[in-house]
Structures are given as C-alpha cells and as structure tokens.
C-alpha cells in the first residue's frame, strides 16, 4: 500500500480519537458519572488528612485503552 495513504488513515483515525476525546471532556460535567469520582472509588478522609485511589476509574480506563490498542491491532492486519 502507498505510505502516503497509510499516514492519511492514521491521521483520521487519530483525528476522530482527539475528537471523541474532546467531546467527552465538553459534556464530562453533564453527565451523570464523573470520571474520577466513579462509585466504588475508595475515598478515605481523617481528621489529619485523606486518601483518594480511583479504584473503578482505572478499571474503566483500563478496558477502555485495551480495546482501543485491540482495534488498532485488528486494523492494521
């Protein structure tokens, strides 16, 4: 296949990614769950300081990134 044709795929591809990403990041307070205070997140709060680890949201992101890497694997073949 023709290099030139291949580069203008990828920019797409990357081009509709950054958009996605963009209009997530718009509309991220409209929406009901908010990335990072997802329930299941464990939030630990003392009386000389607190802990915060997004359990939920790594998960999340998580499965979300393997299936972009498996699409983009499933791509290129």
């Known amino acids: 296949m023709d290099p030139a ?18 209009g997530l990041l718009l509309l991220g ?7 990072g205070r997802l329930p299941g997140d464990i939030a630990i709060r003392g009386r000389h300081g607190s802990f915060y680890f997004p359990v939920v949201t790594c998960i999340l992101l998580s499965v ?5 890497m ?8």
């Open 5 to 22: 044709r291949e580069l203008a795929k990828w920019l797409i591809f990357g081009g509709l990614i950054l958009l996605a990403f963009g």
């Open 29 to 35: 307070s409209r929406l009901p769950l908010r990335l």
């Open 64 to 68: 979300v990134l393997t299936l972009v």
């Open 70 to 77: 498996w699409l983009v694997s499933f791509l290129r073949k």
